[in-house]
């Protein structure tokens, strides 16, 4: 599904991610951990195509193709889906309007119709009810004023509904309390089969509770300094990540 | 525009004023007309150097009569090309300026004796810009062009009164060319102590869309009074318009005014606001789209000379194409208006290379204990915006539609009238070229 290999990133002519290798194959459920400044979300906005980073070294298939000499759109309909550490706020933009424009973006890229107006908010309001989102929230601005939990629940509905084959969240369980934690976990897991899978961006184990991962990898100064399985994870809520720090100098 | 053009202009204006007024002299408001006159002459139209007029486009009234048509202008509109009306509020339409015949309107308006107008006055009040303080003089000029020319106008009282809003529309279409005449709107609206007055002033234009309109609103606020104003200005291509808002706002009362500007060759619109009395609030927004080669300009000067005002003033901008959009708003707080607060946000967006964007906020303070906060940006747009809709599969020129979109709409939504809002951004995507495409957002 995804293969990373020997990603070299620079920002502003800094050296972020040196040689980064990483494979998640179709079904899987990848977790990346490591310590603040390790390269995180450099890795996953590098993967959904933000501009400002400056690939020098190594390249990134995605069911076979170029993932970087895609532009982000076409990424997007290509099935990758980016979930925020931040996600924006767009006042005047409503949230309805969004998720419809993006799902025909898709569609229309698949060839596919455009989605009945009935059957959309059908579907819109059966992923709320997952996430437990209130129908007030469909006319409010993108993220407008919305907490730092109501936007990760946001980034989490888009996801449910756009439903990509590669997904990568970036620290969404940041900011979360534990029973808005649940409710992202279980919309993560609500999305898992067999063909699609996941890259988690996180700091702590805490989600990985609730999401079982297949693998973890621990990024380390740009570079994967140890993979393993669920257990890894819990290694490191233990020992914290200074011995692989001392590891990778 | 040269010394030499600003003679030559203001010779013209007198002999047309002239031309027009003859053996109409002694007829009510000749005086006013007069003295509006003379001042106008001895001072002079602003030019571009004068300080808050170097954006507007003056030299396109060299080819401009100021006169009205020599027509009659009402016979050549047809009523089903204005903007739909909006249910509940009494709509008058002025050709060039004149109320049309009371035959082209329904005749039991719920307004009924609220609206007069200047033609039947005999002693309607003379602007304020007669008075215009000095340092406010060079911005209220054209307003003694408006004295000096209109032949009829708006004159709306609403009594004191704690009772519901009344609501009023008007509508004033310019028909003739600007060569061939001018059409010089005219609104007084005074609204007594505690009254409501919820008001819709249109300017569209008819035929050719070339027209020539200088228009001048006068509003006097009493004690606790509320008036809601929405000002569209969706003229012709073609045409060219000068406005004149002047208000003044007594203890406690309240002026909401929602600008929107999509029209019009060159635009300019001036707005002084003052805060008379103690605790008087106003909300000043204006949105403003140019695209081609329009300059859509616009100054506001909100004077705080009472003690607990507050005001909030809100602009954005778009300019495509070679446009220049420009808004320059200063608040100025006099000694003694103390615990004034006053915010300004004002944005502008660049959407083409060739396109031009200013803003200017300006704060002058002779008094302590205010609050004033004023943001001011220029630019394009936002870039994370932009990658966060394109993550969600957008093309990139339907993201930026949208963002565009956005920042209008932020303030547009903000219309309490669902029907105007939805005219106002069907006006706007228009102008954005993008009317199908956004459709689905109004």
Not at chain 2, 100 to 128: I, V
Request: charged share 25%; aromatic share 6%.
């Amino acid at each position: 599904m995804l293969d990373v290999k020997d990603l070299h990133v620079s920002v502003g002519g800094a050296a972020v991610l040196k040689g980064l290798t990483l494979q998640v194959p179709r079904g899987e459920v990848h977790a990346v951990m490591g310590p603040n400044g390790s390269g995180k979300s450099t890795l996953a906005y590098v993967l959904a195509g933000r501009p400002g980073y400056e690939i020098t070294g190594g390249g990134v298939s995605y069911e076979g193709r170029d993932l970087l000499a895609l532009t982000p759109e076409e990424r997007a309909r290509a099935g990758v889906f980016l979930g925020f550490q931040y996600p924006v706020e767009i006042p005047g933009v409503n949230n309805v309007y969004l998720l419809k424009a993006a799902l025909n973006a898709v569609r229309k890229s698949r060839g596919q119709s455009e989605v009945d107006a009935f059957e959309f908010l059908a579907l819109v309001r059966d992923k709320m009810q997952l996430m437990r989102m209130e129908e007030s929230f469909l006319s409010r601005g993108v993220n407008e004023s919305f907490s730092g939990g109501e936007k990760k629940r946001n980034e989490i509905l888009q996801m449910l509904v756009l439903e990509p084959r590669l997904a990568i969240l970036d620290e969404t369980d940041s900011g979360l309390d534990i029973d808005a934690l649940k409710i992202v976990a279980e919309g993560v897991n609500s999305l898992r089969t067999a063909e699609r899978s996941f890259v988690l961006v996180t700091h702590y184990q805490r989600l990985l509770e609730h999401v079982i991962p297949d693998r973890v990898h621990v990024l380390v100064r740009g570079r994967i300094a140890r993979s393993g399985d669920r257990t890894l994870a819990l290694e490191l809520e233990r020992r914290g990540y200074d011995w692989l720090l001392g590891e990778a100098a | 525009m040269s010394a030499d053009a600003r003679t030559g202009l203001a010779a013209r204006i007198g002999r047309e004023y002239a031309e027009n007024w003859a053996g109409a002299e002694t007829r009510s408001g000749a005086e006013r007309r007069q003295r509006a006159l003379e001042a106008l002459l001895s001072r002079g139209l602003p030019s571009s150097r004068d300080e808050n007029w170097k954006y507007a486009n003056l030299r396109c009234l060299e080819r401009a009569r100021f006169a009205a048509p020599h027509v009659d202008s009402s016979r050549q509109i047809s009523i089903a090309t204005l903007p739909p009306a909006i249910a509940g509020y009494a709509r008058y339409t002025f050709a060039d300026g004149r109320l049309l015949e009371p035959a082209a309107h329904s005749l039991d308006k719920p307004s009924a004796g609220l609206l007069t107008t200047l033609a039947a006055e005999t002693s309607a009040p003379a602007l304020e810009a007669l008075s215009a303080p000095e340092e406010a003089d060079p911005d209220t000029r054209f307003a003694l062009l408006n004295e000096a020319f209109a032949a009829d106008g708006a004159l709306i009282r609403v009594p004191a009164s704690g009772g519901a809003a009344a609501r009023i529309e008007l509508v004033f279409v310019s028909v003739a060319d600007a060569q061939s005449g001018a059409s010089h709107p005219r609104v007084q609206v005074q609204l007594e102590p505690d009254a409501c007055l919820d008001l819709i002033e249109r300017h569209v234009s008819s035929g050719s869309g070339g027209g020539f309109v200088n228009s001048a609103v006068q509003v006097a606020l009493g004690a606790g009074a509320t008036l809601n104003h929405y000002r569209v200005q969706q003229l012709g291509a073609r045409a060219l318009w000068f406005d004149t808002l002047l208000a003044d706002l007594a203890a406690r009362a309240t002026y909401r005014t929602h600008c929107a500007a999509v029209g019009a060759q060159c635009a300019r619109s001036t707005s002084q606001v003052r805060l008379s009395g103690e605790g008087a609030q106003l909300g000043l927004q204006v949105v403003s789209v140019g695209d081609h080669h329009q300059v859509l300009d616009g100054y506001a000067r909100v004077e705080h000379a009472a003690p607990q005002a507050r005001t909030q003033q809100i602009f954005r901008g778009i300019a495509a194409g070679r446009a220049r959009v420009a808004f320059n708003g200063k608040v100025v707080v006099r000694a003694g208006a103390h615990h004034s607060d006053s915010s300004q946000s004002l944005r502008g967006l660049l959407a083409g290379p060739e396109a031009e964007i200013d803003v200017r906020p300006q704060l002058e303070i002779y008094t302590d204990e205010v609050r004033c906060s004023h943001g001011a940006t220029a630019g394009k747009l936002d870039e994370s915006m932009l990658f966060y809709l394109l993550t969600r599969g957008l093309a990139p020129e339907a993201a930026q539609r949208l963002l565009k979109w956005a920042f209008l709409e932020d303030v547009v939504a903000r219309i309490e009238i669902a029907e105007l809002r939805r005219q106002i951004e069907a006006s706007l995507a228009g102008q954005m070229r993008a009317a199908d495409a956004l459709q689905e957002l109004f």
